[in-house]
């Protein structure tokens, strides 16, 4: 009687669909983002690096990531963080023991205090907690507040975002030796992950590539 009554109180609606659910999301819709899942095709090579993504940007994987960021649901970020790190550990084995410095890619202050969260550090939190990888989630700075991507061409994207990010001098010297993981919730064009390794190879890190949950695939060869 006792555990039914707490077991009331630990359950809460499930983001997607409203079912009740014990878990961030329920069962059903576990199963209906993770159909999203990039079983082959993981690895886009960039301009200057390659990004590894969990999933295709469609479908109930597009709907996760929509309610992480406007229905404030920052717990489901972590969780893809989570199967992010599971997915890439499964890939790179040999990077269980070599560590890299994780950092996501920040808003600009203003969209920061609106949403209450990055989107970006909370997947990172759940990425860096399977991967044991250290996090430096203010190593970067948006100096610019771009306007959104959506609806821009991808040579709008790269002058949108051209500069807008820059590493923070004061914690250059925190950030160690081992090279960099730039981590996004979505990966579009690579104007973002770009700029990010711009930033850093400009104040001379070494960038060891991008991870991302989704990426829009196209059906280019
Ligand atoms: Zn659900």
Redesign the pocket.
Known sequence: MLKNLLSIFVRSD?P??Q?Q?QQI??T??QKKVQSNYLSTRKIIKSKNLSVFAWGKYEGELKRAIASVKYENHPQLGVLLGEWLAHSWLASFPSKKIEKLTVVPIPLHPQKLKLRGFNQATKIAQGFCQVTGYPLKSQALIRVKNTQAMFGLNPQQRQTNIKNALVVDRHLEPTLGRSPILILDDIYTTGSTIESAYQAFTQSSFKVYGGVVVAAVITNKP
Request: net charge positive; aromatic share 12%.
């Open positions: 499930c997607l669909c079912r659910t999301i329920c059903y819709c």
